[in-house]
């Protein structure tokens, strides 16, 4: 059975940092592209980073960017979203996503349609 786990959130106090970790069981994510996705309550689904099945191709919201670092280790069947200088704002159950079988090659999703398979999601919580 194909399953993404997400492990790594917890509760930190602003200008802290975490790290989240995507592990799948039950296939290989050596051609996957994966989606960091967060939502807080009273919100909407946010996209926060994604990266490509070799990680030459990465993207990041503008609310992120240069504080989260998304990378992966095919070996360990893992991607990770490496969370830096927290903010109260990032607070939201963060959820990882693939794309497990691309048409194109190190294809990046464009739309959450895309993502054939969710993880059940990980609290990330931010004290100020």
């Known amino acids: 059975q194909m399953q993404l786990v997400e492990s790594g959130g917890g509760l930190v106090q602003a200008g802290g940092s975490l790290r989240l970790s995507c592990t799948a069981s039950g296939f290989t994510l050596d051609y996957a592209a994966i989606g960091w996705f967060r939502q807080a309550p009273g919100k909407e689904r946010e996209e926060v980073s994604k990266i490509s099945s070799s990680g030459s191709r990465t993207y990041y919201a503008d609310s992120v960017k240069g504080r989260f670092t998304i990378s992966r280790d095919n070996a360990k069947n893992t991607v990770y979203l490496q969370m830096n200088s927290l903010k109260v704002e990032d607070t939201a159950v963060y959820y990882c996503?693939?794309?497990?079988?691309?048409?194109?090659?190190?294809?990046?999703?464009?739309?959450?349609?895309?993502?054939?398979?969710w993880g059940q999601g990980t609290q990330v919580t931010v004290s100020s």
């Open positions: 996503a693939s794309d497990s079988f691309p048409q194109i090659s190190d294809y990046l999703p464009v739309r959450p349609y895309e993502y054939d398979l």
